[in-house]
């Protein structure tokens, strides 16, 4: 019995040490490397947005989704990992990916584990104008010209498989000179603004 006690306290000991140095067994390694992954999924417009292809290519709904990608990726303090965007554009054609998809959880859950996801970060462009001081219709009379945007961006979670948070933003009469550039500055603002709700869901509790 002497003999067994003294064993069992050796090898509590080396456990010990062992915890102190890092050493732990692959399972529990295996935990303590697990980090919450995030892919952000392009927006989605449910009315027709203004149209940038002729002049610089610009595609609202990506672009949001690449903004709001990269303002994840500098505001998480490494808490989390943001899937690159160009996995998430491959996982969404490989699974021809819709916009309205955002609407269907099941699709959702699919894409996150297309892509190893826990969590999915959806948004939608309700609303992105660029029109000249008046409001004019068109953008033509090289004048300064003002820009408005509303998004919401959503947080899904792929092991609940729902949505378990929600920001809403806006920025009216962003000025510019240039649509693109206004239709970018004004989503950017925007997206800015619902960061720090995002973030508060996306970040793992007790950190």
């Not at 996982?91 to 996801?117: I, K, P, T």
């Not at 508060?200 to 950190?207: E, F, I, K």
């Amino acid at each position: 019995m002497g003999r067994l006690r003294a064993f069992a306290c050796i090898v509590g000991a080396v456990f010990v040490v062992a915890s102190a140095w890092g050493i732990v067994s692959p399972n529990v390694a295996a935990q303590q490397a697990h980090t919450n992954v995030v892919g952000v999924v392009d927006f989605y417009a449910p009315s027709p947005l203004p149209t940038f292809a002729c002049c610089s290519g610009l595609i609202p709904e990506r672009f949001a989704a690449d903004n709001l990608s990269d303002l994840l990726l500098h505001g998480g303090n490494e808490r989390f990992t943001v899937v690159p965007r160009g996995a998430m554009q491959k996982a969404q054609r490989e699974m021809h990916w819709q916009g309205a998809d955002v609407l269907n959880f099941g699709r959702m859950l699919q894409l996150a584990q297309a892509v190893g996801a826990d969590r999915l970060v959806v948004g939608w462009i309700l609303l992105l104008d660029v029109v000249p001081e008046g409001g004019s219709a068109t953008v033509e009379g090289g004048g300064p010209l003002y820009s408005d945007v509303r998004v919401v961006v959503q947080v899904f979670d792929g092991t609940l498989g729902r949505l378990v948070g929600e920001a809403h933003a806006e920025k009216l009469a962003v000025p510019t000179v240039n649509p693109t550039q206004g239709a970018e500055l004004a989503l950017h603002l925007a997206l800015q603004d619902t960061v720090p709700v995002v973030l508060r869901v996306l970040q793992p509790q007790g950190l």
